[in-house]
């Protein structure tokens, strides 16, 4: 973190130097930029949706394992050894099969939600560069690596206008680009 300060200290006071020209910074908050855009708002939604459905389906899994070991608890006891066993091994067996589920349902959620993101983030990169490049800023800079910044130099409205405005058609960050 202390070399990501340096870097940016020595971009504000060297460029001015060599360039002889005024320093513009802007700042972007990332995350209010994903979360306050359209396509992030359809993607939370889609998220949301997928999330919902995937959780009912563990929890049929997960009540269908409850069941079995409650009733092995109940009839373990009335059962001869071998089908006690056999039931014993079938309810370790779904009960692995549920805890499997359970992880990859984790890892695949946080996978969907980083592609989600990182489609949203690109797309953001664009007119984030378009700006500087228009506005002729020398440094645009994310917002959540300073504790204050002036709010006059926060472009995060303006990117997120912009953003809305060419992918409004597109669900998620999907489509083709009007410019």
């Given at each position: 973190?202390?070399?990501?300060?340096?870097?940016?200290l020595?971009?504000?006071?060297?460029?001015?130097?060599?360039?002889?020209?005024?320093?513009?910074?802007?700042?972007?908050?990332?995350?209010?930029?994903?979360?306050?855009?359209?396509?992030?708002?359809?993607?939370?939604?889609?998220?949301?949706?997928?999330?919902?459905?995937?959780?009912?389906?563990l929890?049929?899994?997960?009540?269908?394992?409850?069941?079995m070991?409650?009733?092995?608890?109940k009839?373990?006891?009335?059962?001869?050894?071998?089908?006690?066993?056999?039931l014993?091994?079938e309810f370790?067996r779904?009960?692995?099969?549920?805890?499997?589920?359970?992880r990859?349902?984790?890892?695949?959620?946080?996978?969907?939600?980083?592609?989600m993101?990182?489609?949203?983030l690109?797309?953001?990169?664009g007119?984030?560069?378009?700006i500087?490049?228009?506005?002729?800023?020398?440094?645009?800079?994310?917002?959540?690596?300073?504790?204050?910044?002036?709010?006059g130099?926060?472009?995060?409205?303006k990117v997120?206008e912009?953003?809305?405005?060419?992918?409004?058609?597109?669900?998620?960050?999907?489509?083709?680009?009007?410019?």
């Amino acid at each position: 973190m202390k070399k990501y300060y340096a870097v940016v200290l020595l971009a504000i006071f060297a460029l001015p130097v060599a360039a002889q020209e005024k320093v513009k910074i802007g700042f972007i908050d990332i995350q209010k930029a994903i979360t306050t855009s359209e396509a992030g708002k359809r993607a939370k939604e889609k998220f949301a949706a997928q999330l919902k459905k995937a959780e009912e389906d563990l929890l049929k899994e997960k009540q269908g394992v409850e069941r079995m070991k409650s009733d092995l608890e109940k009839k373990g006891l009335l059962l001869k050894e071998e089908e006690r066993r056999n039931l014993e091994r079938e309810f370790q067996r779904r009960y692995m099969g549920y805890q499997r589920s359970t992880r990859d349902f984790q890892e695949e959620l946080r996978q969907r939600e980083g592609e989600m993101t990182a489609e949203i983030l690109k797309d953001l990169e664009g007119i984030v560069t378009g700006i500087g490049k228009k506005e002729k800023f020398t440094l645009i800079l994310e917002r959540s690596q300073f504790l204050y910044s002036d709010q006059g130099i926060d472009i995060t409205d303006k990117v997120i206008e912009l953003y809305n405005g060419r992918y409004q058609g597109r669900p998620g960050g999907k489509g083709s680009e009007t410019k």
